[in-house]
């Protein structure tokens, strides 16, 4: 993802993997342009030493970014510790957990148990998170293409459709997501034609779209003069032609992202995987019956 210059940068702090703070400043992040909003994350706290360490080896270039912490930490004496390290260092903080933990406490009249991460034991639904996000990042972009046939969702697309957040989304939702970017005068992996057909959405989006924010990136990167052609109206509708035509020769399903958000797109998508499985699950199922009626 491209950053802005002045973009604000959150620390996720936790005692576990940071896997809920991080959802939550990725819902709020939403609400501001793409790549306003980075995460850096500081998993496993076990001692305020690690902290101090951790701001204390930030780059130049890292500290100049305003900042802020997030941080879910069960034990309530390091949750101290750290809140009052952050305040001496001036840094805003957000604790997630320690209000809703004392808020339960409440509730229930009882202690609470001060496990670290225990809500991720033994969740499938964690672990095949934990799987998905790994595969993306392995498979963003075009990396690695002999593994598309194992990817539970393709993406292809030309530049600035959208695929790469898609993709992040997806997995962040579990699902096992390769990305194909595709361009003019490059070949396509030949690997795309090993995916099942349901399994790959083509993105596309309107050229004035594309034009629009390939112009941006160019501006941003001071590159406009070198490849003006990026975000030429007749190069993007060129690109989308061809591309489109790639998309009808593996049978795949076409999705405009143009005027979309992310979990729009995401949404379209995972109701059209979902429903190729509660088909294929039907039909497995009928066969079975008729087998067994033999």
């Known amino acids: ?30 609400q501001f342009p793409l790549g306003s909003v980075r995460i850096r994350r500081l998993p496993k706290l076990q001692a305020l030493r690690q902290v101090r360490e951790y701001f204390d080896s930030l780059d130049p270039e890292s500290a100049e970014h305003p900042s802020a912490v997030f ?3 069960v034990d309530p004496d390091l949750r101290r510790e750290v809140r009052r ?25 009882k202690e609470p148990v001060g496990i670290p991460g225990i809500n991720h034991e033994a969740d499938d639904r964690y672990f095949r ?16 293409p002999q593994d598309l046939p194992k990817a539970d969702i393709v993406l292809i697309g030309v530049s600035r459709t959208s695929k790469t957040p898609l993709s992040m989304y997806l997995a962040f939702m579990g699902y096992k997501v390769g990305n194909v970017p595709l361009a003019l005068g490059v ?17 596309m989006s309107t050229t004035d779209t594309l034009v629009s924010i390939r112009t941006r990136r160019l501006s941003k990167d001071g590159a406009s003069d070198y490849a003006a052609s990026y ?9 989308q032609a061809e591309a489109r035509k790639l998309m009808r020769h593996l049978g795949c399903m076409i ?18 995987i979902e429903e190729l499985k509660r088909i294929r699950a039907e039909y497995a199922a009928r066969e079975r019956e008729a087998q067994g009626s033999e």
């Open 85 to 109: 390290e952050l305040d001496e260092r001036g840094i805003p903080s957000v604790d997630l957990l320690g209000p809703g933990i004392a808020i339960l406490s409440s509730l229930t009249g």
């Open 71 to 73: 941080h879910t930490i």
């Open 231 to 239: 975000a030429d109206p007749a190069e993007v509708v060129a690109e």
């Open 1 to 30: 993802m491209d950053y802005a210059p002045d973009c604000a940068v959150i620390h996720v702090i936790s005692d576990s993997l940071g896997e809920t703070a991080s959802s939550v400043v990725t819902a709020a992040a939403a």
């Open 187 to 203: 070949e396509p992996p030949i690997e795309l034609e090993e995916v099942d057909p349901a399994r790959i959405f083509g993105l």
């Open 129 to 144: 998170r934990i799987d998905a996000m790994e595969f993306f990042v392995e498979h963003d972009d075009g990396r690695n």
């Open 255 to 272: 999705i405009n992202t143009s005027g979309k958000a992310v979990e729009e797109t995401a949404n379209e998508i995972i109701a059209q």
